[in-house]
């Protein structure tokens, strides 16, 4: 759970606060993967809402919360589903227009049951804590044919 050996991560290694730090953070990432986990579940299955996919990824960085990364899918009929990730910041406006860049999508599209075509774009950089890289694309895109074989 702490990625690090029981006797490790609970009597210490010596090295100081430095272990210490970052044995607390990959208990804290590993306690929020489950929670959300489990918040992505009732989210579909007992609240009803109505998507056919959510994930979300919180991220920690040192002792705060750095942000959260949702994904949220919708099929469109037979072949099509559509893909919308927007990321929150906590030191940003949720809903500000200049915040949209922070936004990522992707369209699939099922030729057979074999064969898939997805094009997405999705932000470079996640929330950053000491400000960001101004001359760093903004985003980046893929374009994929994809051959899925199930046995």
Not at 55 to 73: C, F, H, K, T, W
């Amino acid at each position: 759970f702490f990625g690090a050996p029981s006797v490790e991560a609970f009597a210490g290694s010596g090295q100081g606060s430095q272990t210490d730090q970052r044995l607390v953070q990959q208990g804290l990432n590993q306690f929020l993967a489950a929670v959300s986990g489990q918040l992505e579940y009732s989210l579909i299955s007992d609240f009803n809402v109505p998507l056919d996919y959510v994930q979300i990824r919180p991220s920690i960085y040192g002792n705060e919360l750095a942000g959260v990364d949702l994904a949220l899918g919708k099929r469109l009929g037979e072949k099509w589903f559509v893909t919308l990730s927007p990321r929150f910041c906590p030191r940003q406006e949720v809903f500000a227009l200049e915040n949209l860049e922070n936004v990522g999508a992707s369209l699939e599209y099922r030729f057979t049951k074999e064969w898939m075509f997805l094009v997405s774009g999705d932000p470079v950089q996640g929330c950053a804590p000491f400000g960001s890289n101004l001359l760093a694309p903004k985003y980046q895109f893929g374009v994929d044919l994809l051959w899925e074989k199930r046995y």
